[in-house]
């Protein structure tokens, strides 16, 4: 039986290897792909998605994210259940209502509320448009 000390250097290099960025090429020129990590979590992306449109459908939230559906739905659950947005129904489709007022949840930001976390990414999506 291996060294443990040897089984974990080889684990330790297999994760190495396997966070390395891949590089796209473009024009013959090597250009880094986009990091495997966001400073935002999926939880906030649901959050501004349905900002940007309260009529969204998950399905359209989660292909817009890149996540799968059950897990947005799981998202706006969490959601749900911590005050942050109300679903309401109208017809066949459900429109979404966040408090932006409610404080961040962590003690690190808890100062802050959830319009102060979304305003500059609201304000720059709009200019956008």
């Not at 880094?32 to 998950?58: E, G, I, K």
């Not at 799981?74 to 429109?95: P, S």
Request: some cysteine; proline content about 7%; charged content about 25%.
């Amino acid at each position: 039986m291996p060294h443990r000390s040897s089984m974990s250097g080889n684990s330790a290099k297999a994760r190495v290897a396997r966070s390395r960025v891949p590089v796209a090429r473009a024009e013959g020129k090597a250009e880094p792909a986009s990091p495997p990590w966001t400073f935002l979590t999926n939880h906030s992306h649901v959050l501004v998605c349905l900002l940007q449109d309260p009529t969204a459908r998950l399905r359209d939230v989660a292909a817009r994210i890149g996540i799968t559906e059950r897990a947005v739905q799981k998202i706006v659950l969490d959601l749900e259940l911590a005050k942050v947005l109300e679903r309401h129904r109208e017809g066949r489709r459900n429109h979404y209502r966040l408090s932006l007022e409610v404080p961040l949840r962590h003690p690190v930001e808890a100062h802050c509320t959830l319009r102060d976390l979304l305003a500059p990414i609201l304000r720059t999506s709009a200019g956008r448009r």
